[in-house]
């Protein structure tokens, strides 16, 4: 499998990996995981790191967890080395933007037509993650495991045969799932790659995307999940002018300007390039996603049920406000309420009523 960019966790695990005995393996990965979360909460808390950064040294440190448990099922099961496969990441692994209660949306790919081995036969590759990162041990858990975003989803096997792979999206994806996979990054290449091949692109780049499907979609999220005047307060996720606003518009301009890039900031700036997005739309985009990633990073770590979630009750963000540099919580709030009103000018602007 091909490594994961940027060295230094995986390093640092490999270090502590060495030392360590088959049977404290999953102990060690949950470890390693529990330093690394220090690390970038110091970082995120104390060292005032950007909400990018962490997010990069969190979604290293998964990755280097899941190239070693690969590793060490493929040295258990030789008959697999030789075999193609590739594990998918999306969702916020898959745009390098792990928070530190993120679950883990993988998809396992295998090349049926170029295979000699059954799709069964690369279960160990799931038994494998799941004891390794999933299980829960002495040290607790490391991460969740989410297959669910495959093709067919619970209605298709866990393991995904790159025929089917390949047909559905020709045949059957819905506009929403082609924007989740603009997500879709590789974690794990071995011996076939179908991003570095431009297969992924090409599926989803021929497609056509269906906008009023798309906000019907996004407005039952805001009513089903969100349910923000019920609940007084703001879903900084689901809600309205929330995250799943501008990763609809910055996904859905990416499929119609053709732009591959996982990492919504960064594929922001590229369709701000092309001009595929004016200067105030994707100014007010990256603000409020900046702002709302560093909310859900502190609150991960002090208020770990609301994430996304901000009360509408005076008093209950004093120190959030005070970590925005914002004298006083209803200047914080105030701020917040108006990127979330022109974050749903510029969702507007692309999906109109």
Not at 40 to 50: N, P, Q, S, Y
Not at 225 to 246: C, S
Not at 335 to 341: C, D, I, M, N, Y
Request: proline share 4%; glycine share 8%; with cysteine.
């Amino acid at each position: 499998g091909r490594p994961p960019e940027k060295g230094r966790p995986r390093r640092r695990l490999e270090s502590l990996l060495e030392f360590t005995s088959a049977d404290r393996f999953p102990e060690a990965l949950r470890l390693f995981k529990r330093r690394e979360d220090f690390k970038a909460a110091v970082g995120l808390l104390f060292e005032k790191r950007r909400p990018e950064q962490v997010h990069r040294l969190l979604s290293d440190a998964a990755e280097s967890c899941i190239n070693a448990s690969i590793r060490r099922v493929l040295t258990s099961k030789p008959g697999l080395q030789s075999e193609p496969f590739q594990l998918l990441a999306l969702g916020r692994l898959g745009g390098r933007e792990f928070s530190f209660q993120s679950d883990l949306d993988l998809v396992l790919l295998v090349d049926d037509e170029n295979s000699i081995a059954s799709l069964s036969d690369f279960q160990p590759l799931l038994q494998g993650l799941r004891r390794d990162l999933q299980e829960i041990t002495s040290a607790g858990r490391a991460f969740q495991l989410d297959f669910r975003l495959r093709p067919e989803g619970r209605h298709g096997g866990e393991i995904v045969p790159l025929s089917a792979f390949r047909s559905y999206f020709r045949q059957r994806a819905d506009s929403w799932e082609l924007l989740a996979y603009v997500k879709a990054r590789s974690v794990l290449a071995h011996r076939l790659d179908i991003v570095e091949s431009g297969l992924l692109q090409s599926l989803l780049f021929s497609q056509d995307l269906d906008a009023d499907e798309l906000d019907r979609v996004r407005r039952r999220k805001e009513l089903e999940i969100g349910r923000e005047a019920e609940r007084k307060l703001w879903d900084l996720k689901v809600g309205k002018g929330g995250l799943l606003d501008i990763q609809f518009v910055v996904q859905f301009l990416q499929i119609l300007h053709q732009i591959y890039n996982p990492n919504l900031l960064s594929a922001l700036s590229e369709l701000r390039k092309i001009g595929g997005i004016g200067k105030p739309g994707s100014r007010t985009l990256s603000e409020a996603a900046r702002v709302y990633h560093r909310v859900e990073l502190v609150n991960s770590l002090f208020a770990p049920g609301e994430r996304h979630l901000l009360s509408r009750q005076p008093g209950s963000h004093r120190r959030l406000a005070g970590f925005f540099g914002f004298t006083s919580e209803e200047r914080f709030m105030r701020k917040v309420g108006r990127l979330r009103e022109k974050v749903r000018g510029v969702y507007r602007g692309f999906f109109p009523v």
